[in-house]
């Protein structure tokens, strides 16, 4: 069965560094998501991304944020220069095209730990 | 504008006997609704969805959710828990492509179940 696979599972990294966050949507899907949950709280949307760029973002998605398709197969987040705050739980996903409610299909999630 | 509401953040339920999740909506469209799982230490897994087909929706592991749209609920359901059931339970709104969302998905704050044996 096709799966959303996110690089690495757990990064640990300095505040203040640049750290890019990976994911391989399924090949077929259109529509690229990242989303967080900080620990104890909702998941919240970052942003989406279609037809190579993005198509909306939240206001935590600052300009410390970037997401690129560098290659047609992989979707990374660039967090410039991380702050604490930004230790939480990145979950990318993809939906494919078509009308209605499409299902997104959910990575096991990168742990990201700012120290 | 969409939003999701969990009545309960936390449920506690014998093994064998039913489990009920609330979930309330609201959203100017006729939106598509689910319902995920998060075991502890892994990702999001799609239980069932909504999508405005069948009112009663069947998922995976013997749950399954009725869409009530007069009542704007989701209650997610299950006739028997089993141990492996504990886990953080999100129920989530996304409205349609007309709503220009771009098919963005709402959390609700999540509802813990935990299953005693």
């Known amino acids: 069965e096709p799966e959303v696979t996110q690089t690495p599972s757990h990064q640990v990294t300095q505040m203040g560094q640049e750290v890019i966050l990976r994911c391989v949507p399924i090949?077929?899907?259109?529509?690229f998501y990242w989303y967080r949950q900080i620990l104890g709280q909702k998941v919240e949307f970052l942003v989406s991304?279609?037809?190579?760029?993005?198509?909306?973002k939240s206001e935590i998605f600052d300009d410390q944020f970037s997401v690129e398709r560098p290659d047609g197969s992989n979707f990374t987040l660039k967090i410039r220069s991380t702050k604490l705050e930004d230790s939480a739980m990145y979950f990318c996903?993809?939906?494919?095209?078509?009308?209605?409610?499409?299902?997104?299909?959910f990575g096991q999630g990168t742990r990201l730990t700012v120290v | 504008a969409q939003s999701v509401t969990q009545l309960d953040s936390h449920v506690s339920v014998s093994e064998g006997t039913p489990v009920l999740l609330r979930c309330n909506y609201s959203?100017?469209?006729?939106?598509?609704l689910f319902w995920y799982v998060q075991h502890p230490n892994k990702g999001l897994q799609l239980l069932l969805k909504?999508?405005?087909?069948a009112t009663l929706v069947k998922g995976i592991n013997g749950f399954e959710a009725e869409f009530k749209k007069s009542e704007t609920s989701f209650h997610l359901t299950k006739p028997s828990a089993h141990m492996s059931d504990a886990a953080e339970y999100f129920c989530?709104?996304?409205?349609?492509?007309?709503?220009?969302?771009?098919?963005?998905?709402?959390w609700g704050l999540g509802t813990s179940l935990a299953v005693n044996p």
């Open positions: 989530v709104v996304s409205d349609p492509p007309e709503a220009g969302n771009n098919r963005k998905l709402i």
């Open positions: 959203s100017s469209y006729s939106p598509s």
């Open positions: 909504y999508t405005s087909a």
């Open positions: 090949s077929n899907h259109l529509y």
């Open positions: 991304f279609y037809n190579n760029e993005i198509s909306e």
């Open positions: 996903a993809s939906s494919e095209p078509g009308r209605g409610g499409s299902e997104a299909f």
